[in-house]
């Protein structure tokens, strides 16, 4: 009597998935602990802003009494108030929040370069500028005064356009010495829009929140190791060492991620229906079985978003990899394009725009509803800068920008997010893809949601393996 054939598609798919199976399993252990603790401190930094504003919700939330006060108003209310030289203003869309005036304090110069360089800006600024009689209202004197007190006067006179827009123009084509380094955000002095009270600077506050969060962020990219001032390993800083090791578990848990996907897929395809429920009245192994199988493949893709871009921040190989592949990269040792900025034209007895007027210029451009937050020019011939983000449950976190010259309310440029590639779009969003923000609330919902499961994954895996080999041992 003849032996019956064995199916040699299936017996190369057993030892297929076995492979896979073999790689989930030990990535995992080896990997596990780093992953809990990873995701455990991702899943609660999802909602790091909310927190913060939350713990100083009268800085961002206020009553709503009326009508709104004019933003130019606002910036005249703030200016005794701000130690620095106002930058801008963000004006919420939605009722009930807080206007926030942006302004710079002094940079420290580096080596006396920044200072020496912005000096020398200003000293050929105001060479090419004079004082304008234009006439305004009171009040828009105050609010230009506000407006212009961190530059020169921006009303030249038509007399020295051309050398002005020359001079512009050629200081705008070199980036400042020592520029290389990271951006400085401003801060911020927040105004109830509806009595004109200033409420205070919130980075000023430390709280409990604030400092919690700190520290999730410290233990999510470094471990904590950022704290240890004694190098552990020669040569090597703290912080890279923490990073490394983070890098390398998330690494580890990519590569779970796509070996569990394979590895889902039954022996026998007739039961691939079981792969997506989890069976509650069975016994506790199978429960657990289903969580860490069934929940995982419903939160594939998130957990996908977030170990792909993780690595991004610790490795630069990866980095630059991930640049290269979207487009984005830039080496730094390249001779750099030289780029001319576009300039505002100076127009004989033309005031800069208010508050409102660019607010008014911007809608223009980008019609729907949004928050605006508007960089003023730096001198007479500078732009303004504005970016733009739609509101909504659903609404794309990403922003647009327009460069505005600051006296007609002219687009000179625009970066339309929507308007870029795919590819372009990708690469410039791997902060948001990793965190969540990227369609407002109803993405970091789903963040969150997928990030506890990330974080129930090595346990419920290593629950599976130890009943696995309790088994053996019983069978043994």
């Known amino acids: 009597m003849s032996k019956p054939r064995r199916n040699k598609d299936n017996t190369s798919w057993v030892k297929i998935r076995k492979f896979f199976n073999d790689i989930h399993l030990w990535g995992g252990l080896v990997s596990g602990i780093i992953v809990f603790i990873v995701c455990l401190t991702g899943t609660i930094y999802v909602y790091n802003t909310e927190f913060r504003e939350a713990a100083l919700s009268e800085y961002y939330q206020v009553e709503k009494k009326g009508e709104r006060l004019s ?262 040792n390249a001779p750099r394009e030289e780029k001319i900025e576009p300039v505002s034209k100076l127009i004989y007895g033309k005031r800069a725009m208010t508050v409102e007027e660019t607010i008014l210029a911007v809608n223009t451009a980008l019609s729907y509803d949004g928050d605006i937050t508007i960089n003023f020019a730096s001198d007479s011939t500078g732009t303004v800068s504005v970016t733009k983000n739609k509101v909504g449950f659903f609404a794309p976190s990403a922003s647009d920008r327009l460069v505005l010259d600051q006296y007609t309310g002219e687009v000179l440029e625009k970066d339309i997010f929507r308007e870029k590639s795919i590819r372009n779009q990708i690469g410039s969003s791997v902060k948001a893809l990793h965190i969540g923000d990227v369609y407002g609330p109803f993405s970091k919902l789903l963040y969150f949601i997928s990030c506890l499961v990330a974080t129930s994954l090595p346990v419920t895996g290593v629950l599976i393996w130890v009943n696995k080999m309790k088994k053996k041992n019983k069978k043994r």
């Not at 710079?104 to 004082?131: H, L």
């Not at 691939?272 to 506790?284: L, P, Q, S, V």
Request: no cysteine; proline share 5%; aromatic share 12%.
């Open 71 to 332: 933003p130019d108003y606002l910036l005249a209310l703030a200016k005794p108030a701000i130690e620095g030289n106002i930058a801008g203003i963000k004006v919420p869309f939605y009722e009930g929040k807080a206007t926030a005036i942006l302004y710079n304090t002094e940079p420290k110069a580096k080596d006396g370069e920044r200072a020496d360089w912005k000096k020398k800006q200003e000293q050929e600024a105001s060479k090419a500028t004079v004082k304008s009689d234009s006439i305004v209202s009171e009040p828009r004197q105050a609010t230009q005064s506000v407006a212009h007190q961190h530059g020169v006067h921006r009303e030249a006179q038509a007399a020295t356009k051309g050398d002005a827009v020359a001079k512009a123009q050629a200081s705008r084509q070199v980036s400042p010495a020592g520029g290389g380094g990271r951006r400085r955000f401003p801060n911020q002095m927040m105004v109830d829009p509806y009595t004109g009270d200033v409420l205070g600077d919130p980075s000023k506050v430390k709280t409990k929140t604030a400092e919690f969060m700190g520290k999730m962020f410290g233990l999510h990219r470094w471990l904590l190791l950022n704290e240890i001032e004694e190098p552990i390993i020669n040569g090597v800083e703290n912080r890279k060492l923490g990073s490394w090791i983070t890098g390398t578990a998330t690494l580890l848990f990519l590569l779970g991620v796509l070996t569990g996907l394979v590895i889902w897929f039954p022996k026998k395809m007739r039961a691939w229906r079981n792969g997506f429920k989890i069976r509650w009245t069975a016994n506790w192994k199978r429960v657990n079985h289903d969580l860490h199988n069934t929940l995982g493949l419903y939160t594939w893709i998130i957990l996908f978003l977030m170990a792909v871009t993780g690595p991004f921040w610790s490795f630069e190989w990866y980095r630059e990899g991930w640049q290269k592949t979207w487009g984005t990269y830039q080496n730094r």
